[in-house]
């Protein structure tokens, strides 16, 4: 099955479970994913808007090029996706609890969203951008942030020893976030 350049509204996929099929330019909007099992479908240059996918099942799922905009995307394994071509962006998303363990993510831009206890353990996110993001109890274990911008984004805890940072941006408020492991005290 293929479908392209349409645009799926309002619909609940608890339901009727989407089709594994290839969907390529299609707009997905207030659509419900939420605990579906997705597993081996390809959405390719889509846009997902108001989407909520919390706790599907994203197993050998193709994302290439794909924008999330204001999605609840909380308790996804990205790291279990078809990592083919595997690209995407977040604006003003909700990634809680979510992980991407070892995945390669260079030039990933995370814009306004919250990512809270997000796994990025092993992540290659060089020259990624975190605008304006929540951070807090994100893990950053193992992880390649060279050349990625931190400076608008807060709460994040990176320690520079465990990690690759060589030219990473960060605001000067959040330098505190680089020495969190040393349980000094920073005064403005």
Not at 71 to 77: F, R, T, W
Not at 127 to 148: H, P, Q
Not at 153 to 181: C, H, M, R, W
């Amino acid at each position: 099955m293929y479908f392209e350049d349409q645009t799926f509204n309002k619909i609940s996929h608890q339901d009727s479970p989407i089709e594994v099929a290839e969907y390529e330019n299609c707009t997905f909007i207030q659509c419900d994913f939420s605990n579906s099992r997705l597993s081996d479908i390809r959405f390719i240059e889509c846009e997902f808007i108001q989407c909520d996918f919390s706790l599907a099942n994203i197993s050998g799922v193709g994302f290439q090029d794909i924008i999330f905009k204001e999605c609840k995307l909380l308790g996804l394994h990205f790291e279990d996706c078809n990592e083919f071509g595997l690209s995407f962006s977040f604006d003003n998303c909700q990634l809680n609890h979510s992980s991407f363990y070892q995945l390669k993510l260079s030039k990933t831009v995370f814009r306004s969203s919250q990512l809270h206890e997000t796994d990025f353990t092993e992540c290659v996110l060089t020259d990624a951008k975190f605008d304006n993001c929540d951070l807090l109890g994100a893990i950053f274990s193992y992880t390649n942030i060279e050349k990625a911008d931190f400076r608008t984004s807060n709460n994040y805890s990176i320690d520079p020893e465990t990690n690759k940072i060589k030219s990473a941006k960060f605001s000067i408020y959040g330098v505190q976030g680089l020495l969190d492991k040393y349980k000094i005290i920073i005064e403005g």
